[in-house]
């Protein structure tokens, strides 16, 4: 993404299609253009609580009912720790411990976002060859959506959200 004025006029863009129920995004946290409202005044702010307060802030400045942004509380590769064994299996990964200390998170969703500890990053510690767009897309396949969303609750939110769309 190189600035939050590109894609707000993609999102205004999509709006403008009458038949569009709903329109969302999902976003990596890490890595948004600076430009994004609210970005710089919540650095250092609780992910949880910064991602809930961007979405808000994000949905305030589109201003239509049928937007709905969706912010990942740090990148796509959270969701894959949902069920950490079944990501060992489909990146075969011998080791039982590749991931460092991720039980002291009571979810995925809150795996940090630091430089070497970042969910991508761990990955990629383990499995240098890792490539998120297909790799990521087949292990959340293989992971499923049930348990993702079981795992995920700021997920879980977003989808039962577009389910009522």
């Known amino acids: 993404m190189t600035s939050y004025d590109k894609i707000r006029?993609?999102?205004?863009?999509l709006l403008h299609d009458s038949g569009a129920v709903c329109v969302t995004t999902m976003f990596d946290n890490y890595g948004l253009p600076a430009d994004l409202p609210g970005k710089i005044s919540l650095q250092g702010v609780n992910p949880s609580r910064r991602v809930?307060?961007?979405?808000?802030?994000?949905?305030?400045?589109?201003?239509?009912?049928?937007?709905?942004?969706?912010?990942?509380?740090?990148?796509?590769?959270?969701?894959?720790?949902?069920a950490s064994n079944i990501l060992i299996e489909q990146l075969r990964l011998s080791s039982q411990q590749p991931f460092g200390q991720i039980e002291q998170f009571s979810t995925p969703e809150e795996i940090n976002d630091g430089s070497e500890t970042h969910p991508a990053a761990r990955i990629l510690r383990s499995k240098p060859d890792y490539r998120k767009p297909l790799g990521g897309v087949k292990i959340a396949e293989a992971i499923g959506l049930d348990?993702?969303?079981?795992r995920c609750p700021h997920f879980n939110q977003w989808v039962t959200r577009l389910e009522t769309c």
């Open 147 to 150: 348990i993702i969303r079981s």
């Open 9 to 13: 006029q993609n999102i205004i863009h």
């Open 52 to 82: 809930n307060r961007l979405e808000q802030e994000f949905a305030n400045n589109i201003n239509n009912q049928r937007f709905l942004p969706f912010l990942l509380l740090h990148e796509f590769e959270e969701l894959l720790f949902s």
